[in-house]
């Protein structure tokens, strides 16, 4: 079987569940197994494969069927202008996300330090991007799940600031460092009912407890607002991605806790999805 016939087989198998970019997905895939760009593939569509590449892109395909998202099957994400490690223990890092960096960087002149703090942090793939940009700030990230700190770890080593970016396993409640110049936050902010209607690729794949906001989607950001109220310094920023419908929810919860609202970013399709603000 040459690379031509397997890229028709496997967009013909995947539109039979309604994957959604079947013929992408194939190619990424087939580039995974005999380890060479896409470019490459398209441009030697009659190379032949050996038979163990044939047994390992059927077995990355059945996954794929099974709504797996590529990012898990490939190992990778790319976020802002790097490449990431994604498994199961993480969230896969999102475009939208990427607003937090936008913001922190208006924040953080090219040449200053700050003190940071990335709280759920994941992949690290937020704190880790910003470090890259900006790098004499100091960082701690920290994040409730053993599996994701080890995952973020081993991103920090492959971008090689190990040293530059202190990674704990807590939970906010538990955490007491003070006087930090910017926190940033990515936190789970879906309720109860969303959470039921997501894609498979998401609800049946990425973990409940990077996405589970409880019943009002609204525990971890109200936990993170009164957390940073006690751990920023005076006129410290918080800069934290919010579920679209919570805009006038988490305002009002900014404002009792002390809180100046800088500017609210609207997400790629137009909704409110990053607050900025700064404690008074």
Sequence with gaps: MNYNQILKKGENYLKKNKIKNPNLDSELILS?????????ILLNTNNK????????????????????PMAYILGYKYFWKYKFLANKSVLIP??????????????????????????GTGSGCIIIS?????????????DISKKAIIV??????????ENKINFINIDIDKYKSYNYDLIISNPPYINSIELN??????????PKLALS??????????KIIIKSKELLRINGKLIMEI??????????????????????????????????????
């Design 213 to 222: 906001g409880g019943s009002d989607g609204f525990r971890e950001i109200e």
């Design 197 to 206: 209607r997501l894609d498979d690729d998401i609800k049946s794949h990425e």
């Design 32 to 40: 995974k197994v005999i380890n060479k760009k896409r470019e490459k």
């Design 243 to 280: 579920g679209h419908k919570q805009r006038n929810q988490s305002l009002k919860l900014l404002k009792k806790f002390g809180f100046y609202i800088n500017k609210i970013s609207k997400d790629l399709s137009g909704k409110d999805r990053c607050i900025v603000s700064t404690k008074l």
């Design 152 to 161: 973020a770890k081993t991103n920090a080593k492959l971008h090689h600031l």
């Design 49 to 68: 494969l050996k038979n163990r590449e044939i047994l390992k892109f059927e077995n990355y395909l059945q996954r794929r069927f099974l709504k797996e």
């Design 130 to 142: 910003l470090i890259k940009e900006r790098p004499k700030c100091a960082a701690t990230a920290i």
């Design 94 to 119: 999102r475009p939208d996300t990427e607003l937090i960096i936008e913001e922190s960087l208006n924040y953080i002149q090219n040449d200053k330090s700050k003190k940071i703090l990335d709280i």
